[in-house]
């Protein structure tokens, strides 16, 4: 608890991330839940798990997936994996951790962008001339925020949602589950709007009205507002979930492609709780950021190409 | 005939003073499977608290209203009501809401936007329209966790009491104010919320405000929470304070392009 306490202190009286600090890596253990860890393993290895595992059952019948939540098999650097020989391996002030891409599919590992976007996300225009959208405290988007910081399932018996919360920046997903239609195309949020179904013991997540403010990682990856994003939530042993999110955009990326990695369950002795996050609230460096020449994303590069 | 007539009109009376039998107010309230009151949907005030929640005229872009406090006093101690009066002067600036700040509690609760109710045996969460703003209230029993805590939308623990959630919430900042009007609270700010559900569409909200450093006394706000009835309806997002860097961002666009 003290550790906790002490990173809210900072939260609110420092800054939130300092614009251009590494993130910490979590650990990524050798198996879990009978798996390997390399992103691709694990995830062709959870496919099977899956067939077989039976999750615990809330009264409704539906599958369980309550409780308190941490990315594993994830590094927030680039969804492409970082490669040994890469430059900012061995960066002095901000050294990135070498790591597996999260991509899946397809086989090559990489975004299949269409030609024009492929020099604006991967550390290009995005990241030289553009800070990172949660620097200026906005939602890390979807599924961004599956990949950091702790979250909490929750399931209203009524099982016409599911509520989704992370820390990160008191985010919240409302998922609706009572087959109503989404709104219209130019009702566009930051973090979508997501309806959900069950298939077997998967929550499939659908996110559509995406405003496409924000990246899929610290190396500024993209999609546009056209973008459909498709999770799979799939409990593979008590303690673990299969997630996976296909990303699909006519705009920016000339295929559908998926990412992978696990949500393990926090078994925090004493157990666990969801602390504020406020961050705007605290924050102080936005003025210096525009001073040295940075700007803000919303979209821009995209929007106004 | 006369003392018929009598009988009657005293049957007539007792039937439409009577209060309403306790099953048929059971029925008018929807239920969640384990027997409480669903306070579920998507909820939101009618009434100009946001603005000021006492009595006050009309000003431009101000409507008129009736205040949400019993008694209409905001039982001020005299430091404090000097820094209330110095709040509604240079509110224009001075209002933690132009800054696009979590609004706090309760404030939170009657801005002019709708706000979603989830619930489960376990946990009642609002998650808010207003700057994506959330309430996760404990209803498994667990007290506070040991302060000093100082969040922007506190820290909530309830108990059903009857068919009335009850919500302690204290940990709160110095920083939010309860108006546009300048009413404010220290971080000693501490809450007893009542949400009693007057029908399916309806939520008798009562908060009682307590706060050793500001005020001379506990004080009471109450209001109406209206389902939000439409049937496409959604909570969608307003991000007030990434809107204003937005606006900022396009105009220095704007400039060098």
């Not at chain 1, 496409?212 to 973008?227: P, Q, R």
């Not at chain 2, 107010?25 to 239920?31: G, I, L």
């Not at chain 2, 009693?196 to 009682?208: F, K, L, R, S, W």
Request: with cysteine; hydrophobic share 35%; proline share 9%.
């Amino acid at each position: 608890m003290n550790t906790r306490r002490t990173d809210l202190v900072i939260a609110l009286t420092v800054l939130i991330a300092p614009p251009f600090a590494a993130a910490q890596t979590p650990e990524r253990p050798p198996i879990i839940a009978g798996c390997p860890t390399e992103n691709l393993a694990f995830h062709t290895c959870a496919l099977q798990k899956a067939k077989t595992f039976t999750p615990p059952r809330t009264p409704s019948g539906k599958p369980n997936l309550q409780g308190y939540w941490r990315s594993r098999l994830t590094q927030a650097f680039s969804v492409e994996g970082v490669a040994e020989d890469h430059p900012l391996v061995k960066d002095a002030v901000t050294p990135w951790d070498v790591a597996p891409p999260e991509i899946v599919e397809p086989a090559d590992r990489k975004i299949p962008y269409q030609p024009w976007a492929a020099p604006i996300g991967r550390q290009g225009v995005n990241f030289r001339e553009y800070v990172d959208p949660r620097t200026m405290c906005s939602t890390a988007g979807v599924p961004r925020l599956a990949l950091q910081d702790p979250s909490q399932i929750l399931q209203p018996p009524t099982d016409d949602h599911v509520l989704w919360l992370h820390e990160d920046h008191h985010q919240f997903r409302v998922i609706a589950m009572d087959g109503r239609p989404r709104p219209g195309d130019d009702v566009r949020m930051w973090n979508g709007f997501s309806r959900g179904r069950w298939e077997g013991n998967t929550l499939v997540i659908e996110t559509t009205n995406l405003n496409a403010h924000t990246w899929l990682d610290d190396s500024g990856n993209f999609y546009t507002d056209t973008a459909r994003l498709t999770e799979r939530l799939t409990p593979i042993d008590p303690d673990t979930i299969h997630y996976e999110v296909t990303l699909e955009d006519p705009k920016a990326y000339t295929r559908p492609w998926k990412v992978a990695w696990a949500l393990v369950r926090d078994r925090t002795p004493g157990g666990y709780e969801l602390f504020e996050e406020a961050c705007r609230e605290g924050e102080r460096d936005l003025g210096r950021i525009r001073e040295q020449g940075y700007k803000l994303y919303f979209g821009a590069p995209w929007r106004f190409r | 005939m006369r003392h018929g007539f009598t009988r009657s009109m005293i049957a007539v009376a007792v039937l439409s003073v009577a209060p309403i039998p306790a099953t048929a107010q059971v029925s008018a309230v929807p239920r969640t499977p384990d027997g409480k009151p669903n306070l579920q949907g998507l909820w939101q005030v009618l009434n100009t608290a946001a603005w000021d929640i006492q009595d006050h005229s009309a000003r431009l872009g101000v409507p008129a209203g009736q205040g949400v406090i019993e008694g209409n006093e905001v039982p001020y101690q005299p430091s404090a009501l000097a820094k209330k009066r110095e709040n509604f002067e240079n509110r224009a600036t001075a209002d933690p809401e132009t800054k696009g700040y979590l609004p706090g509690v309760p404030r939170g609760m009657y801005m002019p936007f709708p706000f979603q109710i989830l619930q489960t045996p376990t946990h009642v969460a609002m998650t808010f329209e207003y700057a994506q703003g959330v309430r996760l209230i404990y209803t498994n029993g667990t007290p506070h966790p040991r302060g000093p805590i100082n969040w922007w939308m506190g820290d909530s623990r309830g108990r059903w009491e009857g068919d009335t959630l009850v919500v302690d919430v204290v940990h709160f900042t110095d920083q939010t104010w309860l108006d546009r009007a300048g009413n404010f609270h220290s971080d000693e700010l501490h809450l007893v919320e009542r949400y009693t559900m007057a029908g399916p569409d309806h939520i008798n909200y009562e908060v009682t405000v307590q706060d050793p450093k500001v005020f001379t006394r506990p004080w009471k706000m109450s209001m109406v929470l209206y389902r939000r009835k439409e049937p496409n309806v959604r909570l969608l997002e307003y991000v007030p304070g990434l809107l204003m860097e937005e606006e900022q961002a396009e105009r220095e666009r704007r400039k060098t392009n």
